[in-house]
């Protein structure tokens, strides 16, 4: 073979090549699932617990101080539900809850907290109604249930309801317990009797909300905490998704 057909056999294979690399993933499932969003596609952050079409879901949104905040977004519907982790966990946590959440019916982001608690859940909010959720509802478990009571006295137009697991009174600069006299749409409270402090709080914090209608304050048994009440009764999950369906 001589030098000019060396160099024409060269450039074929470059140009396959390059047509390999930049023609996808290979895997023929590109239009299955919820769209992509380009923040997901630049991040793909997997929290440690997203693998496969899950990668999707994982998104990038701003707080209301223009800070990037990470989470998981999945489902669709005119009712938004924002989820809100405790302090020793992550997005991961809320997976599947958001998943089962998605399947019936609901828009849902969870979370991933970059440190901005309050603000986050408010860029959640927007996002949610950007994206067409005409109500929103707040969910958190432990120090997330605080963010959320506190979340949901700012947000505007104001949120449907609001379920606070394991939420303290108080956590950093968080103040659940001034928040709280001024909530006027439902909120359900849940702790453990056994969780000290925190089911003292539970306590303190339906007193203190009196102008809420449906208000809902329920202590089950045992010691779990947050997510782990939830995971370890599902029957009290079950509640909660009930509670979530009468404001939707």
């Not at 390999?20 to 929290?47: H, L, Y």
């Not at 693998?51 to 800070?67: H, M, N």
């Not at 982790?85 to 992550?90: A, G, L, W």
């Not at 997510?227 to 998704?241: C, F, G, M, R, T």
């Amino acid at each position: 073979m001589n030098s000019a057909m060396r160099a024409a056999v060269m450039l074929v294979c470059t140009g396959m090549l390059a047509l390999v690399a930049c023609g996808g993933d290979g895997d023929g499932d590109q239009g299955d699932g919820p769209s992509t969003t380009p923040e997901a596609e630049a991040t793909g952050n997997d929290f440690g617990c997203l693998s496969g079409k899950q990668l999707k879901k994982s998104v990038t949104f701003k707080d209301t101080e223009g800070a990037d905040v990470n989470g998981y977004e999945t489902g669709t519907g005119t009712t938004g539900v924002i989820l809100s982790h405790q302090s020793d966990n992550n997005v991961c946590s809320w997976v599947v809850g958001a998943e089962e959440l998605a399947t019936d019916g609901y828009r849902v982001i969870a979370v991933d907290s970059n440190g901005s608690e309050v603000e986050e859940i408010q860029g959640a909010a927007e996002r949610l109604r950007g994206e067409g959720a005409g109500k929103i509802v707040l969910m958190g478990a432990s120090k997330g249930g605080t963010a959320s009571l506190v979340a949901a006295s700012k947000v505007r137009p104001a949120v449907a309801a609001v379920v606070s697991v394991s939420g303290p009174g108080l956590y950093q600069n968080m103040d659940a317990t001034a928040a709280v006299p001024k909530l006027t749409m439902p909120v359900y409270f849940i702790a453990a009797n056994g969780d000290g402090q925190f089911a003292d709080d539970a306590k303190e914090l339906a007193k203190l909300t009196k102008k809420s209608p449906g208000k809902k304050l329920e202590l089950v048994d045992g010691v779990a905490h947050g997510n782990d009440l939830l995971n370890q009764q599902p029957s009290v999950w079950d509640e909660v998704k009930a509670f979530i369906a009468k404001y939707r």
